[in-house]
């Protein structure tokens, strides 16, 4: 008997996946402009219809919470220490672990490369919506995946996935790409809100009844969201932004969301034909090459999770050859730059009113860490005196509006890893000093400051 399916028009909200029954302007959930994309839905089609009623029948596993194993221990191993670190220790079991990343930055090759370096013992199935089996093997032999132990299926059907993965039972899953598959109950296209929540939520019943881990690759929009819902970030464990300079090198993978593990730990990639190596120590990589005796540049370090990661800081101070002076930051925030220089006209006696300033933080890295203030400043005056700062310094500290130089977070473990490189001469905010062991850094320097007027004079920047 064929029962006449519905179809009905409704505008989803692209960023949050809010529902209306017309079109919108502005999305009344979360305020964002020109969002709202029309969906056509079939409500009621026997299909969907004959399925729900089959998964109520079974009632859901209960299980005393005295019960449920939580044993830390089981976690699988991804065998590159680099991933396993910005996952938490490794894969858990049962985890859904959303991957994003702007196109061609290498989100097929890390999970495929992961076939290699897993444990042997575990199978992955491999889903492949985007590229034909002859594609993926393709790049399995670039990457060397002999793939023993890899299942490999090309096709966009979420319930098609949805079986194969309780009919092989592999240990790991990894769909390429979330926004190619599609469920044929639902009429709008692949890629749309509704389809990539529907879809995921197929996916990850099967993988989370089964304790299987999922890994779901997302694309991003223009504007560096995933496309697709905000909710998507909800329904995953953890989600994972791989980012990079797409002509430079490196790439580095950031925890933006982890149930499992801390976030803001980062790991460091090198792109090559053969795939992806990782950078275990991502500080010298960054320094190497770096000019010797030039105004305008000073090390600091930033801390990415746990890990403190050495940076230079470029400043150039130019004559402005228009009206208005420009402030171009590169990996830098812009109000922070131009605040850090309306302290330096008011603090420190520098004028910039009719200069340009560029500032890049070298390598293509963000700062984010206030901590690198201090080192944005001296680079900016080093540059507009033309006096190199010393090459063997580091400079850390967040500069108020007052011109103050406050404390700095995990400076043990900054001064640490600077040491280590061979820097000798430090200049810390002088509240960080005091707790500073420094009998553990002989043949060391260290210059506790309060002001940047005082880091300026101890650097002979001084006025
Ligand atoms: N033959 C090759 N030699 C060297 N590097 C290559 C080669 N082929 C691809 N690459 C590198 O791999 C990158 C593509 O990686 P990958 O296909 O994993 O990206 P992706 O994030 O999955 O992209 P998409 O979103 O389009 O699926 C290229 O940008 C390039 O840097
Ligand atoms: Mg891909
Ligand atoms: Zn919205």
Request: with cysteine.
């Amino acid at each position: 008997m064929a029962v006449k399916s519905k179809a009905k028009t409704v505008y989803v909200c692209t960023q949050c996946g809010c529902e209306s029954p017309k079109w919108q302007g502005r999305c009344p959930d979360c305020g964002s402009w020109n969002t709202f994309t029309e969906e056509t839905r079939t409500s009621g089609g026997p299909a969907a219809k004959a399925a729900a009623a089959e998964r109520r029948a079974a009632p859901a596993k209960v299980k005393p919470l005295a019960e449920v194993s939580a044993d830390e221990s089981v976690r699988y191993h991804t065998g590159m220490k680099e991933l396993d670190r910005v996952l938490g220790g490794g894969i858990v079991p049962g985890a859904a672990i959303l991957v994003c990343g702007d196109p061609g930055i290498g989100k097929s090759t890390i999970l495929l490369q992961m076939c290699r370096t897993i444990d042997p013992g575990l199978r992955v199935l491999y889903v492949s919506g985007e590229e034909s089996l002859r594609q993926v093997k393709l790049r399995a032999n670039r990457l060397e995946v002999d793939g023993k132990n890899v299942l490999l299926t090309s096709t966009t059907d979420a319930e098609e996935i949805y079986e194969t993965i309780l009919a092989e039972k592999p240990d790991v899953v990894v769909v390429d790409s979330i926004q190619t598959v599609s469920l044929s109950a639902i009429t709008s296209s692949a890629g749309s809100v509704t389809q990539v929540r529907e879809c995921t939520q197929l996916l990850l019943n099967a993988c989370k009844g089964n304790e299987i881990p999922l890994f779901i690759v997302g694309h991003v929009n223009k504007d560096g969201g995933i496309a697709g819902p905000k909710v998507l970030e909800h329904m995953v464990d953890t989600v994972l932004y791989f980012e990079g300079d797409r002509n430079l090198s490196y790439r580095i993978l950031r925890a933006i969301k982890n149930r499992f593990g801390s976030t803001n730990e980062i790991g460091v990639f090198e792109m090559s034909g053969g795939g992806l190596s990782e950078v275990e120590n991502p500080s010298e990589m960054l320094l190497t090459g770096r000019p010797m005796g030039v105004s305008g540049t000073c090390i600091t370090c930033l801390m990415e999770g746990t890990r403190p990661i050495l940076v230079e800081v470029q400043a150039l101070i130019a004559k402005t050859s228009f009206g208005n002076p420009r402030r171009v930051p590169t990996g830098f925030d812009y109000n922070r730059t131009a605040l850090l220089i309306a302290v330096l006209e008011k603090r420190g006696g520098y004028f910039m009113g009719n200069l340009d300033v560029f500032l890049n933080v070298a390598g293509g890295m963000r700062i984010d860490d206030p901590g690198a203030d201090l080192a944005v400043a001296l680079s900016m005056v080093s540059n507009l005196l033309d006096k190199p700062i010393d090459s063997g310094l580091l400079a850390l500290g967040e500069v108020g509006l007052a011109g103050e130089v406050r404390s700095a977070s995990l400076v043990h473990q900054r001064v640490g890893e600077a040491y280590r490189l061979g820097f000798t001469t430090f200049v810390l905010p002088k509240s960080n000093l005091r707790t500073l062991d420094q009998s553990r850094y002989p043949g060391a320097a260290f210059h506790g400051v309060s002001s940047i007027s005082q880091a300026f004079r101890c650097l002979g920047l001084g006025r």
